[in-house]
T-cell receptor
Framework: AQKITQTQPGMFVQEKEAVTLDCTYD???????LFWYKQPSSGEMIFLIY??????QNATEGRYSLNFQKARKSANLVISASQLGDSAMYFC?????????????FGQGTRLTINP | EAQVTQNPRYLITVTGKKLTVTCSQN?????MSWYRQDPGLGLRQIYY???????DKGDVPEGYKVSRKEKRNFPLILESPSPNQTSLYFC????????????????FGSGTQLSVL
């Protein structure tokens, strides 16, 4: 079974609009962490935001926020006031705690295109 | 500047010709890992290392070798590359990989685009 699922292969959004990128995960480990990375066309992987399974509040980093719904096992990335520079591939990833393997597990990615 | 450095950035080779992709980090990180990225599959782990002289297989280790003789370096070796190893490769590191420390993020290198003809 997929541990991380990103159901949107591609999204197109108008500049200045907010955008939500979906991510669902599957784990039985009570301790885990969820990450979002951005991959622009230049190819590098840029860390955006982190949410821990025991965190009481949704994580925020500037224009990025994470809509964490633990019961639904979803960790959607919200980008407010999108900009042309937000066009990129976005990956959701999970790290499990005690029960997990020594790796980040990645989703398939969502390609976001911001239209002017 | 704290970084993970991979070389080369691009590499075109032929089937069977041994190659090495180098990876070095200057952050004194204990944990290092190699991933490959393929369309529709995301990133998949090839090998990882918890510390010097400690390496282990990830999800897709076939056809690859690694070594960790020094803390900063973690080269990826393809002894006899094949076309199905054409991919984008990433080296990554983090301070450590303890079971309960779920907030340790990975720092990634810039990637190596490998084409095997």
């Amino acid at each position: 079974a997929q541990k991380i699922t990103q159901t949107q292969p591609g999204m197109f959004v108008q500049e200045k609009e907010a955008v939500t990128l979906d991510c669902t995960y599957d784990t039985s480990d009570p301790s885990y962490g969820l990450f979002w990375y951005k991959q622009p066309s230049s190819g590098e992987m840029i860390f955006l935001i982190y949410q821990g399974s025991y965190d009481q509040q949704n994580a925020t980093e500037g224009r990025y926020s994470l809509n964490f719904q633990k019961a639904r096992k979803s960790a959607n990335l919200v980008i407010s006031a999108s900009q042309l520079g937000d066009s990129a591939m976005y990956f959701c990833a999970m790290r499990e705690g005690i029960q997990g393997a020594q790796k980040l597990v990645f989703g398939q990615g969502t390609r976001l295109t911001i239209n002017p | 500047e704290a970084q993970v450095t991979q070389n080369p950035r691009y590499l075109i080779t032929v089937t069977g010709k041994k190659l090495t992709v180098t990876c070095s980090q200057n952050m004194n990180h204990e944990y290092m890992s190699w991933y490959r990225q393929d369309p529709g599959l995301g990133l998949r782990q090839i090998y990882y290392s918890m510390n010097v002289e400690v390496t282990d297989k990830g999800d897709v280790p076939e056809g690859y070798k690694v070594s960790r003789k020094e803390k900063r370096n973690f080269p990826l070796i393809l002894e006899s590359p094949s076309p199905n190893q054409t991919s984008l490769y990433f080296c990554a590191s983090s301070r450590f990989w303890a079971g309960s420390g779920t907030n340790e993020k990975l720092f990634f290198g810039s990637g190596t685009q490998l084409s095997v003809l």
